[in-house]
């Protein structure tokens, strides 16, 4: 069955950085779309960044653009989240999430807090 496991999440100073990770398992995950979503406390869950499938493409919410950056290793079945500049507003449980076979699966969602 798909499984998805993201890992990376905790606490950190405002300014500063993490990498979130997310392996992947039971899908051609090479052939996928894969995403990064999170949910702030009282709001809903939003789009953070999108890759292609081979990495080439990616996109991102107007909030973090110049600061994430995703990215994806089709041979270890992992896509990653580089967070910079992290600000308090970016406080949120992040997941990550894959459409396949008609529907959506998440993960168990990784805690950041940015806080001083």
């Known amino acids: 069955q798909v499984q998805l496991v993201e890992s990376g999440g905790g606490l950190v100073e405002p300014g500063g950085s993490l990498r979130l990770s997310c392996a992947a398992s039971?899908?051609?995950?090479?052939?996928?779309?894969m995403r990064w979503y999170r949910q702030a406390p009282g709001k809903e869950r939003e789009l953070v960044a999108i890759?292609?499938?081979?990495?080439?493409?990616?996109r991102y919410a107007e909030p973090v653009k110049g600061r994430f950056t995703i990215s994806r290793d089709n041979a270890k079945k992992t896509v990653y989240l580089h967070m910079n500049s992290l600000k308090p507003e970016d406080t949120a449980v992040y997941y990550c999430?894959?459409?396949?076979?008609?529907?959506?699966?998440w993960g168990q969602g990784t805690q950041v807090t940015v806080s001083s």
């Open positions: 999430n894959v459409y396949a076979m008609f529907r959506d699966y």
């Open positions: 890759v292609t499938t081979t990495g080439g493409t990616t």
């Open positions: 039971g899908f051609d995950f090479s052939s996928y779309v």
